[in-house]
């Protein structure tokens, strides 16, 4: 680990907060900054959980939702062509130019407000599409409705990516975004399941009826209602979650700026009822949101390059995996309605394990940042490790679903969760205090310009 040690010219941040929280004192009037952070606690835990979960939630639902928009779209080939194009686009689109311009709005940015207005838009959007399962409508109408609610799902994952990520930073806990990074991966879990299950589900004579799949489970305007209000109650609970969260959060503060003022020699009952009155609302006070510093990017960048390019190659890489598994078939000739959400579900498991091992401080990779960055770079040998397999069925060089499926598809999947998750983690021990929610928020956009990238540099592979 020297190398990798030597090939920085920083050191990690450690403010008098952290030195504070770990020998559980209290604060003096020299760490004010140590009155805004909270021991850990499995409930906050818990909470940053579900909305990690709801942050990507929306988004997996539209691609569960896939073969429901084929059959909504059967009557025009152009769109049915192209839907799924037009969707990533608008998407990516959306999302990276909604995260650059949150991610400069920094000054006076409530994120609390940012995160609220991100689930209610999405409970709005979502109770909308379930109830347009229930409408019959032409293609070329659904579709422009289909962009719309997909323009507005995109807006608020920015809203989202950039409040919640900058939130969490704010704790100087290092251990909820990891429970961030963690819902996300349960959320990329469940879909491919519930479509295993419904595939199963449905008997295979009755899936024969129909070439086109209408008659399957995911097909049916039943299945996309089930998805899309499953959605909205994801996110109806976690705002309420949210909600308490923040309530949580101001009575904590309360009692530690009441400790503080009780230090100092001022009355503890008015110190306390002071803090919760300015603390009571569900955003962060006028004056706290005002005093945040606005940390220019480039200065975010400096302080920390190899986590930020680290995890921009990670996600970037990571794109190639959906265009090969939709391509690969079984060689042992297993059903593709199976076998391809069974090699989606794989690569979820492991991405869902590998943000779950950065728990485990001996296998921390966060004070090696340029360790991270090569871990990164090396994973560019899972494409070639891909055309190995046998794609569109024309023949594998190594003839083994277990070789596809777990050397390949798990083990790409547990480097994603690994790399992502370690490299937001540690991007709060490489800045100042009062520049932890900046990172954060920097760190989160970083993450979905690699996403951007990957998928636009995924058309390349179109045609293999």
């Not at 032409?138 to 719309?148: D, E, K, Q, R, T």
């Not at 503890?268 to 706290?288: I, K, M, V, W, Y």
């Not at 937001?424 to 970083?446: C, H, K, Q, Y």
Request: proline content about 4%; charged content about 15%.
């Amino acid at each position: 680990m020297g190398l990798f040690r030597s090939r920085q010219e920083y050191q990690p941040v450690r403010g008098e907060a952290d030195e504070d929280r770990d020998e559980e004192s209290i604060p003096d009037d020299s760490d004010v900054g140590a009155t805004l952070e909270a021991p850990f606690s499995w409930m906050e835990y818990a909470i940053f959980l579900l909305l990690g979960i709801a942050m990507l939630w929306a988004w997996n639902m539209f691609l569960a939702a896939a073969p429901y928009f084929q059959k909504r779209f059967s009557t025009s080939a152009w769109i049915l062509n192209h839907f799924q194009a037009a969707e990533v686009s608008v998407s990516t689109i959306t999302n990276l130019g909604s995260m650059i311009i949150l991610t400069k709005l920094q000054k006076g940015a409530s994120y609390p407000k940012r995160i609220s207005s991100s689930l209610t838009i999405n409970i709005i959007v979502f109770a909308i599409l379930a109830l347009s399962t229930l409408v019959h409508t032409a293609a070329s109408p659904y579709f422009g409705f289909l962009l719309v609610a997909i323009f507005a799902a995109s807006f608020s994952t920015g809203l989202i990516q950039n409040g919640l990520f900058s939130f969490a930073s704010g704790f100087g806990r290092s251990e909820y975004t990891q429970a961030i990074m963690t819902g996300q991966a349960v959320a990329g879990v469940l879909p491919p399941l519930a479509q295993i299950i419904s595939v199963l589900a449905v008997p295979a004579k009755k899936q024969k009826e129909d070439g086109n799949g209408a008659d399957t489970a995911d097909a049916s305007p039943k299945s996309a209602f089930i998805y899309f209000l499953t959605a909205t109650i994801i996110s109806v609970l976690a705002l309420l979650a949210f909600f308490y969260l923040l309530r949580r959060e101001a009575n904590s503060r309360a009692l530690r700026s009441a400790a503080k003022s009780t230090v100092n020699g001022a009355s503890e009952g008015d110190a306390l009822n002071g803090r919760l009155r300015d603390t009571s609302t569900q955003d962060e006070a006028p004056d706290e949101v005002n005093e945040r510093p606005s940390v220019p990017l480039s200065t975010l960048f400096r302080r920390m390059p190899f986590l930020a390019l680290a995890v921009f190659i990670c996600f970037a890489v990571t794109m190639v995996f959906p265009v090969f598994t939709a391509s690969i078939f079984s060689v042992n000739k297993i059903d593709s309605a199976i076998f391809i959400p069974t090699a989606f579900l794989l690569w979820n498991i492991g991405d869902l394990v590998g943000r779950l091992v950065t728990l485990w401080p001996k296998i921390s990779l966060t004070h090696y940042p340029f360790a991270l960055f090569c871990l990164a770079m090396a994973r560019l040998l899972f494409i070639p490790l891909y055309f190995l397999c046998n794609i569109k069925d024309k023949g594998a060089a190594i003839s083994s679903d277990f070789f596809y499926l777990i050397i390949v598809q798990f083990l790409f999947g547990l480097t994603n969760g690994y790399l992502g998750s370690s490299c937001m983690m540690g991007s709060g021990e490489w800045v100042l205090p009062e520049e932890r929610e900046a990172a954060g928020g920097f760190m989160g956009l970083m993450l979905v310009g690699g996403l951007t990238v990957g998928s636009l540099l995924s058309f390349l592979l179109g045609d293999i």
